[in-house]
């Protein structure tokens, strides 16, 4: 199914609607400054980078920043996620730069009078991994907080585009610093595009972060797992994404040694190769808006996939740089038109009410992909040719994007993923603890058995959505004594939690298939809410002999 065209708040479309979202005032201060945010970033992994491959570093060693950067997002992505859901999102962001300044600051001086060993290279590199692991899902879910929900795509995608410019730009000012002034003045750079963000943030006082009910961290924890456990579309489309990572990041991890030992270049040489690469993913800005429309999401990641493999390969075999650089700008093309598209559906996908936790999954298997990948590509790298492990990437990378052919990527245009309340709690007080106090629901439908099949199908996907929305177990039955009666029952953590699946968590799709099963009843459906009691401190039974 062709997704819908996405059209700009004057009308326009095509790559114009693309850039919609920059005429949000705050959305171009915040884009622009996590830019340059991002080229410091991008500095400061190549000065890490290159100042291993000038010590004579193993592939290992100059593949492992890459994996200290990514690997935190294994250990603090999900709680993450539930701080950047409850807490204000400018505040985490204002405290992450505040942090990440401190730290840099500190490599810069040890670097100056050198210091740094690789170990506190890599320490510092998973320090700063670890703060940013603990931003990211707050400054994606910001995104939907200060731009309209039709231009959420295009935001997303230039938020992902944003990152690549500063992918051509941060690696060749990079490059020239380095070669002027060594890999200390990179880092103080770095140092110094904090600040740019940290102003932005600081004066930005009208930022009001959007009403949540409070939820307890560990209750918010497990709703954000189960709503992933149970959302086969998020479920696929993570896959596709870690699909095209793994192989994908053998490129980011190897390439500075290509750089050096196949190419023989320079640090302001391997600054230009990633410089192309990043340039390829500008012309992606306006590229990406036409594929989306005629292709639709299967068919720009399937694209995107075999080009990126294609580029992989061609790096490596080119006989001159008038292949390879070309070659290398449509490879960053298509690698922002994968993980734009990808960021982009699962943002408009996820509801508003566990978007941060959701997108820090994403981000799980963005960085952790990430980390296994270039960690695979380094462990492959110091047993053979680096140059063969990239091309064996390509055509993983290439396969991959295949594959959609026979499993394309879900279909999601037309899903309603608007929050609606739905009519089944009561309207009473509560008494005191009652509030988090287990609830098992009995809803009665009254279904004559030649409509059985039919409603149980239903009730399958019915089950899905009471999972998503904060069950924890899920069953339908039959009355032993009236065989036209079925009773479904599930069971929530909390009354809490139940109020809020029915008015804070069922979006427009669930609430479709509620009405559905409901209207398949001959009666309106009997609905009975049971608060558990709590069992009794057991003692120890008495010492005392008891007579008969």
Known sequence: ???????????????????????????????????????GSWMQTVGAQWLLVQDDGSPLLVALVQTASAAPVLLFAIPAGVIGEFLNRRRVLLWSQIVQLAVVLGLTYLTAVGQTTTTILLAS???????????????????????????LIDAASLSSIGVNIARAVGPAIAGLVVAQFGVAAVFLLNALSFLVFLGVLFFWKTYRPPATRPEPFVDATRAGIRYIRHSRVVRLILLRLAVFLVPANALWALLPTIAKSSL?????????????????????????????????????????????GAGLVALVTSPTLWITFPALVATGLAWIGVIATINGTIQAFLPVWVRTRG?????????????????????????????????????????????????????????????????????????????????????????????????????????????????????????????????????????REHVSQHEGRTTEFDAELISRARAMSDTAPEIEHLLEIPRPHRHRPSTIPTHE
């Open 1 to 39: 199914m062709a997704e819908p065209q996405v059209a700009s708040a004057d009308g326009r479309t095509g790559w114009r609607a693309g850039f919609a979202p920059l005429a949000v005032p705050i959305f171009r201060l915040v884009w622009l400054a996590s830019i340059v945010s991002n080229i």
């Open 125 to 151: 590199t998973f320090v700063l991994g670890t703060v940013s692991a603990i931003q990211l899902p707050a400054f994606q879910a910001l995104v939907p907080d200060i731009v309209p929900p039709k231009l």
């Open 264 to 308: 023989g270049f320079s640090a302001s040489g391997y600054g230009l190769l990633l410089a192309a690469l990043g340039a390829g993913s500008i012309v992606g800005a306006f590229v990406l808006p036409w594929a989306r429309r005629v292709a639709a999401v299967n068919g720009v990641v399937l694209a995107s996939s075999v080009l990126f």
């Open 359 to 495: 997108l820090s999954f994403y981000q799980l298997v963005l960085f952790g992909c990430t980390a296994a990948g270039s960690a695979g590509a380094g462990v492959l790298a110091a047993i053979w040719d680096p140059g063969l492990v990239v091309v064996g990437a390509g055509v993983l990378c290439a396969l991959g994007g295949l594959s959609l052919l026979v499993w394309p990527m879900p279909a999601t245009a037309g899903i309603g993923r608007g929050i609606v309340e739905v009519p089944g709690v009561e309207d009473r007080p509560r008494a005191d603890g009652d509030d988090d106090s287990a609830v098992l629901v009995l809803v009665r439908y009254r279904v004559p058995q030649a409509r059985r099949r039919e409603f149980l199908d239903l009730m399958q996907r019915v089950e899905q959505t009471r999972l998503r929305t904060g069950a924890r177990r899920w069953q339908v039955y039959e009355d032993a004594d009236d065989p036209d009666s079925v009773v479904e029952a599930y069971g929530v953590g909390s009354w």
